[in-house]
């Protein structure tokens, strides 16, 4: 198994206030490393900045990467509960125009990439252990 540690985000923007505050730096052990460095490789693509929490900047985000197990928002088996699924908000970029790019580019530079989700208004993207290549899902 291989460490992973984002090059474009803190881990303050992965985890919520209550995680970081019982782990720290350590938090980069809550998650996969298909689903930071394809956390990484949307921002460099995208080039545009891109925000996951902003819990500790004052802004209200704080359940769109890592979501511990009593965390009431999302399904019981959320992939974001397995530090295998992050939400992102692209700037400038809406949500529909990002998820056309990732599976246009789902064999090149999205290779971990799994599943998205529509008809929302963020970027939900996984990277879940699942034969068909990209799976789209509802909320």
């Excluded at 990467?65 to 992050?86: D, E, K, M, T, V």
């Excluded at 970029?93 to 529509?118: G, N, Q, V, Y």
Aim: proline residues 4%; aromatic residues 12%.
């Amino acid at each position: 198994m291989e460490f992973y540690k984002c090059k474009h985000f803190k881990i303050e923007e992965l985890v919520d206030p209550e995680t970081f505050a019982k782990f720290g730096e350590g938090s980069w052990m809550l998650f996969t490393p298909q689903v930071l460095r394809s956390a990484d490789a949307i921002r460099g693509y995208f080039n545009r900045a891109c925000v996951i929490n902003d819990w500790k900047w004052g802004g209200a985000r704080k359940w769109s990467g890592f979501r511990p197990r009593l965390c009431s928002i999302g399904a019981s088996f959320s992939q974001h509960r397995f530090g295998n699924g992050i939400d992102m908000l692209i700037d400038g970029i809406p949500a529909a125009s990002a998820r056309k790019e990732i599976i246009a580019h789902k064999d090149d530079i999205f290779t971990d990439i799994m599943c998205l989700e529509d008809d929302v208004g963020w970027l939900h993207f996984d990277c879940r252990n699942i034969p068909d290549r990209i799976r789209i899902v509802k909320p």
